[in-house]
């Protein structure tokens, strides 16, 4: 079964240091999530992705963050100068096209971001 | 805004006993989904079972079963025979219908299942 693959599993940076965390989605899909999940809290949206754009972002989701897709398969999440506080697990997330009646978002293994 | 609420963040039973995790959740739409979600220790979130707000039938898998309380805005999910491998967190949550752009999903806190030999 297809799946959502990301890289790095485990990334560790210093404070003020720019990070991108990479993903690939399902080939077919069209739809892109970020997701975070700080330890012990609960999952958090960060921004949806469609058609080169972004289609929502969360109020987390502040200047420092932004997505690209920079070809045809990877997706990544930029964080331009990391603050401790952006210490948590990354998930990306794809969907094949909202209106999709079956499973709507499929969720990669996550990356543990620790910054230092 | 939507929120989800899990009351128990962490629970044990033995194997093969029958296990009710619960959720509930507030928002104004009369159009939603719901979703139980499971990550294991390996930590991919795996969904386990999903609800539409508009079918009154309980969603069914295999050993896993929910009571959708629409009126009482409660999700709950039971797990049947449970096993070993069921240990995980379990995470309830919302997403408005997918007809709408909206589509980010909401989580609750999650509940942490350990399964006793």
């Known amino acids: 079964e297809p799946e959502v693959t990301q890289t790095p599993s485990h990334q560790v940076t210093q404070m003020g240091q720019e990070v991108i965390l990479r993903c690939v989605p399902i080939s077919n899909h069209l739809y892109f999530y970020w997701y975070r999940q700080i330890l012990g809290q609960k999952v958090e949206f960060l921004v949806s992705?469609?058609?080169?754009?972004?289609?929502?972002k969360s109020e987390i989701f502040d200047d420092q963050f932004s997505v690209e897709r920079p070809d045809g398969s990877n997706f990544t999440l930029k964080i331009r100068s990391t603050k401790l506080e952006d210490s948590a697990m990354y998930f990306c997330?794809?969907?094949?096209?909202?209106?999709?009646?079956?499973?709507?978002?499929?969720f990669g293994d996550g990356t543990r971001l620790s910054i230092l | 805004a939507q929120t989800v609420t899990q009351s128990q963040p962490e629970m044990s039973v033995q194997e093969a006993e029958t296990v009710t995790l619960s959720c509930t959740y507030d928002?104004?739409?009369?159009?939603?989904?719901l979703f139980w979600y499971k990550q294991p220790p390996s930590r991919q979130m795996i969904l386990v079972i999903r609800?539409?707000?508009?079918?009154?039938q309980n969603a069914t898998e295999n050993r896993f079963s929910v009571n959708f309380q629409k009126a009482a805005k409660s999700f709950s999910l039971k797990i049947s025979d449970s096993q070993l491998g069921d240990t995980a967190m379990y995470f309830c949550?919302?997403?408005?219908?997918?007809?709408?752009?909206?589509?980010?999903?909401?989580f609750g806190k999650g509940t942490r299942l350990h399964i006793l030999p």
């Open positions: 949550a919302f997403m408005k219908d997918l007809m709408n752009r909206d589509d980010k999903i909401i």
């Open positions: 928002t104004s739409e009369n159009n939603y989904y």
């Open positions: 997330a794809s969907s094949e096209r909202v209106g999709q009646r079956d499973q709507p978002q499929h």
């Open positions: 992705f469609y058609n080169n754009e972004i289609s929502e």
């Open positions: 609800q539409e707000a508009y079918k009154q």
